[in-house]
């Protein structure tokens, strides 16, 4: 068990139970990384990438018991003295990378005398590293959610010593709130984002997902999912929407049922977003599944290829990557108009010093535009973890942004390996040239948006004629990679490409000013950068 917080006087005048309701939802601000596009927030008029979609169920329950309920996401604004003020209770989520934020949210609120209540995966896999938090909620939606939530509406106070729920009974995904969307500032995101599913049933190494979520998904209806699209474009988001599933086709038939859903709606409201997913890339054993995607207008798929090799696949037991050859698998998504982005590790322990002009000739070979360069990091609930814990190899004591194990290579040389690969990938005509190929061989595959879509209304077309020109004026002109911009630009638009010429400058922007800071150590190589303590026990299933 956490040590305790420090014990609280009570206070002179204790309110009756139900009588004090107001609840402050905090989001973290996130560390920058690869994925948040933060660099190109200021060409498109964003202020954050994703709404949190866990904070905004929470929401959504608590005031569906009466509470009364605002929404802080510090990537938007930054959570103020008046917010805490306004607050009883303050409750908290993030993910390992946000654990400094949440430690100072905790601090400023009990400076304010407020209980504070943390949830979400980062105190799921690791509540020892949150002594000072007043009530813990681990695990997902359930049983625990009602139990904190009946404490605080009989006593909203900070207890004497911490208090942890853990989730046993799972609430059902199709019994779970639309999100609050309706609380939150939705019109500061670039993208929605919507889950349809939660666990997957892979077991890769270095992978949480399947001890804190399950490998048997559980799933929403389609209908929820359609009430929740419906309730983000009401409430201010348009253009694209992220499926936040741990696998998109964890179940084929699930996912199958879905996209018929999915491309009936598209085509009802004319086609108002795109959309993208994460999935495995043995989704080209299933071409019934890409056909839906393609005329439900998915137009990204994330994958994790996290390797081309095919010995350090088989080590991580990601076996589901090796049914069909990588490069022909990429092509096949393609094929339906799918560009596909994907998440790729250096640091494995069956690395050589030749893994990474081997990592540069894919990355080429591949066309793939964007992908999130990572070193290995061990998570706690990982058979990486455990294996790695009992050969001595976790690292209590690492560089800023750096990874937690100790590799079998010199950490030199693979440091050294993850420079060249960024560099390789992100010096701005090799980039470009992959965005090319995408606006040539991966886009005309795509649904045709019909002109009845919301997409032409006038409004968004003004909003698309200040983005081009923003975009145009910042990559074409200030930019120092400006010369291949324009290279790229002038090769898109000779084939018609505006908005895949506005997609690569938009996105390319914030890959090519993340990877020069990477490089000079400015920012993080890893997206789990905190010293990673002892594990607790397994989480049930």
Known sequence: MPSSPSPQP???????????????????RYAPSFGTFHHSFHLVGARAFFPPQGILVIAA???????????????????????????RVVMVSGMHVQREKIQDITARAHRHGLTVALGGPSVSAAPHWYPEVDLLHLGELGDAT????????????????????????????????????????????????????????????????????????????PQQITTELEAMLAHGIHDAVYFVDDNFIANPHAAKRLLEHLAVWQQQHHYPVDFTCEATLNITQHPDLLALMRQARFTQLYAGIETPEEDA?????????????????????????????????????????????????????????????????ALPHTPL????????????????????????????????????????????????????YQMRHTHPHRLPVPRTSPRYRPTALLRGARITATTLWHCGIRAPYR??????????????QVEGMLWAAIAGHHLITYAQEALADRTEKTFYADTMPEPTPSLPQ
């Not at 002179?12 to 973290?28: E, K, M």
């Not at 019994?175 to 889950?195: C, E, I, K, N, R």
Request: glycine fraction near 6%; charged fraction near 25%; charge should be negative.
């Open 10 to 28: 009570a206070p002179d005048t204790a309110l009756p139970p139900g009588t004090d309701r107001r609840l402050l939802c905090v989001f973290p």
């Open 61 to 87: 329950f608590f005031a569906a018991r009466g509470w009364q309920v605002r929404i802080v996401d510090e990537n938007l604004r930054a959570l103020t003295e008046p917010d805490l003020a306004w607050a």
């Open 146 to 221: 009602t139990q904190l939530a009946e404490r605080l509406e009989h006593d909203p106070h900070r207890p004497t010593a911490q208090e942890t729920y853990l989730t046993k009974d799972r609430t059902p995904l199709e019994d779970f709130p639309t999100p609050a969307f309706h609380l939150a500032d939705t019109s500061g995101y670039l993208a929605g984002t919507v889950q349809s599913s939660s666990g997957c049933p892979f077991k890769c190494e270095f992978c949480d997902i399947p001890e804190l979520y399950g490998r048997k998904p559980r799933l929403k209806t």
């Open 313 to 377: 696949l088989i080590a991580m037991d990601k076996r589901q990557n090796l049914r069909s050859p990588i490069l022909e698998t990429i092509a096949t998504i393609n094929s339906y108009g799918i560009e596909v982005a994907s998440g790729v590790i250096l640091g494995l322990d069956t690395d050589t010093p030749d893994t990474y002009d081997r990592f540069c000739r894919f990355i080429d070979a591949s066309h793939i535009p964007f992908l999130t360069i990572n070193l290995l990091q």
């Open 385 to 436: 973890w455990r294996r790695l814990e009992a050969e001595g190899r976790l690292l209590t004591d690492h560089g800023p942004g750096d990874s937690n194990i100790d590799f079998l290579l010199p950490r030199d040389t693979v440091i050294n390996g993850w420079r060249q690969v960024v560099a390789h990938a992100y010096q701005p005509d090799r980039m470009y040239a992959r965005y090319l």
């Open 483 to 496: 010369a291949d911009f324009r290279r790229m630009a002038t090769a898109a638009l000779r084939h018609g």
